[in-house]
C-alpha cells in the first residue's frame, strides 16, 4: 500500500514556474514507477510525465516536454515536477501516481494522490 501527498500547486501567471512535490508513505517507494497526470474541468486525466524507480527512465507528454522535468528522491520518498514556461492551457489539477510499469496511460497506475490544483492565468 502506498499513500500519495501532492503539493506546491497555486496560482502563476503565463510564462511563470512551478514545483510540485509528492510525498510517498510506505518503505516500498524504489520499487515504483511514478507518473505525474493532470486533469481539467470537463476534460479526461491525461498524462504529463513518469519516471522509472531508479530515475533513470522518464517520459514527457509532447505538450510538456523541454518545459517540464520530472525527477525524484528515493531517500526522502519524494517526486518532483518542474513546470516552467507556464501556459493557460497547462491548468488543471495535477496527480501524482506509483505503479509497477513506466506507463502513460491511467490504468497503469495503482495508487493515485487527491490532486494539487495548478492555475495559469494569462
Known amino acids: 500500500q502506498v499513500q500519495l501527498v501532492e503539493s506546491g500547486g497555486g496560482l502563476v501567471q503565463a510564462g511563470g514556474s512551478l514545483r510540485l512535490s509528492c510525498a510517498a508513505s510506505?518503505?516500498?517507494?524504489?520499487?515504483?514507477?511514478m507518473g505525474w497526470f493532470r486533469q481539467a474541468p470537463g476534460k479526461e486525466r491525461e498524462f504529463v510525465a513518469t519516471?522509472?524507480?531508479?530515475?533513470?527512465?522518464?517520459v514527457y507528454a509532447a505538450s510538456v516536454k523541454g518545459r517540464f522535468s520530472i525527477s525524484r528522491d528515493n531517500a526522502k520518498n519524494t517526486v518532483y515536477l518542474q513546470m516552467n514556461s507556464l501556459k493557460p492551457e497547462d491548468t488543471a489539477v495535477y496527480y501524482c501516481?506509483?505503479?509497477?510499469?513506466?506507463?502513460?496511460?491511467?490504468?497503469?497506475?495503482?495508487?493515485w494522490g487527491q490532486g494539487t490544483q495548478v492555475t495559469v492565468s494569462s
Open positions: 501516481a506509483a505503479g509497477h510499469s513506466l506507463g502513460t496511460r491511467v490504468a497503469n497506475y495503482d495508487y
Open positions: 510506505g518503505r516500498t517507494f524504489s520499487s515504483y514507477a
Open positions: 519516471i522509472g524507480w531508479s530515475g533513470g527512465s522518464t
